[in-house]
């Protein structure tokens, strides 16, 4: 089965920019639909993104869209997000999820398969 692992995270400033990477071992990413989470201290788990498998579809979060891009390339079986305008509220750990079917789906059990995450933190 796949496996995802992000990086990518660290510390930045208010107001900068960061990209995290998710990359596949074990098998491809490409038939998959890969979305984006986060979990703030003390906070539950939110969606902040989805993309399907050719990378023509998108969605986000309403706290993100605007200053946040998913993409993804599939020949090195890596799913990005880009991350501008970033905000103290965007401080969390963030996940990468691979859902076996389509369909951009916002619900954690609609992901079989996740990363250990990376924590991302913004200073104001």
């Given at each position: 089965q796949v496996q995802v692992v992000e990086s990518g995270g660290g510390l930045v400033q208010a107001g900068g920019s960061l990209r995290l990477s998710c990359a596949a071992s074990g098998g491809t990413?490409?038939?998959y639909t890969m979305g984006w989470f986060?979990?703030?201290p003390g906070e539950e788990r939110e969606f902040v993104a989805a993309i399907n498998w050719s990378g023509g579809t998108t969605y986000y979060a309403d706290s993100v869209k605007g200053r946040f891009t998913i993409s993804r390339e599939n020949a090195k079986d890596t799913v990005y997000l880009q991350m501008n305008s970033l905000?103290?509220?965007d401080t969390a750990v963030y996940y990468c999820a691979a859902r076996k079917y389509g369909g951009l789906k916002t619900q954690e059990h609609e992901y079989a398969y996740w990363g250990?995450?990376?924590q991302v933190t913004?200073?104001?």
């Open positions: 990413l490409s038939i986060r979990q703030a905000k103290s509220e250990q995450g990376t913004v200073s104001s």
